[in-house]
């Protein structure tokens, strides 16, 4: 029996979302919440912004639907993960997404509402957070660690046996050589290449990446 399903949140990360979820087996969308009040009954990707959040909660018990989270996030991981705790402190479940362009080893290790998108991959050994997102394109190479809530930014590479903290957000195409630690809550800029550790909270960006207050 098809499982019926929430998007929570109706921007870009959502409509990519709606699109794997097209693809997979089994996944019934009943439509999204947005916190704008606006978009009450706007449809996106042909399906109908149904109320916001407080109306989700309100509305469906949490044995009667499963959640997406489609919030992205920019530079900081926060509403992604909130949005992510407010659901879990109710019961509720987040289903996993994972496009069927995207290549998994056997053993990769998936926490809940694991996001991988297309055309990513996903090698040997790893292991992947409650409500981490693996973007489009992104490479996470054998054994690597990727916390809870952490995005992996589109085409950005983990070389073999990096560890990326819990919350931390890798910029689009950045690059990360093998062994190394990104700190919780860190912020690796787009197109940067890590060549050593970079601690908790940090942001870097560059070639080779430094350390930068924003
Ligand atoms: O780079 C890529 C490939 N994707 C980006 C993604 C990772 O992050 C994308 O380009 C965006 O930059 C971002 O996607 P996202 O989060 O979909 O952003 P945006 O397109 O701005 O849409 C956010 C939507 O979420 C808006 O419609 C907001 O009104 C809504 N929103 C904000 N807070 C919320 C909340 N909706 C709900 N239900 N609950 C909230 O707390």
């Known amino acids: 029996m098809d499982r019926a399903v929430i998007v929570i949140g109706a921007?870009?990360?959502?409509?990519?979302?709606?699109?794997?979820?097209?693809?997979?087996?089994?996944?019934r969308v009943l439509g999204l919440t947005d916190a704008d009040?606006?978009?009450?009954?706007?449809?996106?990707?042909?399906?109908?912004?149904?109320?916001?959040?407080?109306?989700?909660l309100q509305a469906h018990a949490p044995d009667t639907v499963a959640?997406?989270?489609?919030?992205?996030?920019?530079?900081?991981t926060r509403l992604r993960r909130e949005v992510f705790?407010?659901?879990?402190?109710?019961?509720?479940?987040?289903?996993?997404?994972?496009h069927r362009s995207a290549v998994m080893a056997e053993d990769v290790r998936l926490g809940e509402g694991?996001?991988?998108?297309?055309?990513?991959?996903?090698?040997a050994g790893a292991a992947l957070g409650d409500n981490a997102l693996i973007n489009s394109g992104a490479v996470v190479d054998h054994d690597c660690r990727i916390?809870?809530?952490?995005?992996?930014?589109?085409?950005?590479?983990?070389?073999?046996?990096?560890?990326?903290?819990?919350?931390?957000?890798?910029?689009?195409?950045?690059c990360v050589i093998q062994g190394l630690r990104i700190g919780k809550d860190a912020l690796?800029?787009?197109?940067?290449?890590?060549?050593?550790?970079v601690p908790d909270g940090a942001v870097v960006m560059g070639?080779?990446?430094r350390r930068r207050d924003l």
């Open 207 to 209: 070639v080779p990446a």
């Open 11 to 27: 921007g870009g990360h959502a409509r990519v979302l709606l699109d794997a979820l097209r693809q997979m087996d089994g996944m």
């Open 37 to 56: 009040a606006n978009r009450l009954g706007e449809t996106v990707s042909g399906l109908p912004i149904l109320g916001d959040d407080p109306w989700l």
């Open 114 to 123: 694991v996001q991988v998108m297309a055309g990513a991959v996903v090698q």
């Open 67 to 76: 959640l997406v989270n489609g919030l992205g996030s920019v530079r900081d």
């Open 147 to 174: 916390g809870d809530h952490a995005h992996i930014g589109p085409g950005a590479t983990l070389s073999g046996n990096v560890i990326v903290g819990a919350g931390a957000h890798v910029g689009t195409g950045a």
């Open 188 to 197: 690796v800029g787009a197109g940067a290449v890590v060549v050593r550790d």
């Open 85 to 98: 705790e407010l659901f879990k402190a109710r019961d509720f479940r987040f289903e996993r997404v994972v």
